[in-house]
Nanobody
Framework: QVQLVESGGGLVQAGESLRLSCAAS????????MGWYRQAPGKQREPVAT???????VYADSVKGRFTISRDNAKNLVYLQMNSLKPEDTAVYYC??????????WGQGTQVTVSS
């Protein structure tokens, strides 16, 4: 079992920045590709960005050039730096760990609200 705890969400104005953090604990040997997903009201959960243990990143087209995902493998932390935030970025952001077995772990989520 891997426990994921997100932090750093909040209310900001359009154009501002936020940095989300996710701390992983538990069976750290199962920590593999980590990522951030988001779910807006009335919409399905969607991937935002993922990062492998080796640092290979993938971004959703909607956040490319604005968001940056990074991780600290020694501390079992993953971050999402979000710049130039837009109202359409408003959602609950979830941290995710995809184990080598294919099983996924999810955090509880953190709310990000961007006002116009």
């Amino acid at each position: 079992q891997v426990q994921l705890v997100e932090s750093g969400g909040g209310l900001v104005q359009a154009g501002e920045s936020l940095r989300l953090s996710c701390a992983a604990s538990g069976n750290i040997f199962s920590i593999n590709t980590m990522g951030w997903y988001r779910q807006a009201p009335g919409k399905q959960r969607e991937p935002v960005a993922t990062i492998t243990r080796g640092g290979v990143t993938v971004y959703a087209d909607s956040v490319k050039g604005r968001f940056t995902i990074s991780r600290d493998n020694a501390k079992n932390l993953v971050y999402l730096q979000m710049n130039s935030l837009k109202p359409e970025d408003t959602a609950v952001y979830y941290c995710n760990n995809e184990r080598r077995s294919g099983t996924t772990d999810w955090g509880q989520g953190t709310q990000v609200t961007v006002s116009s």
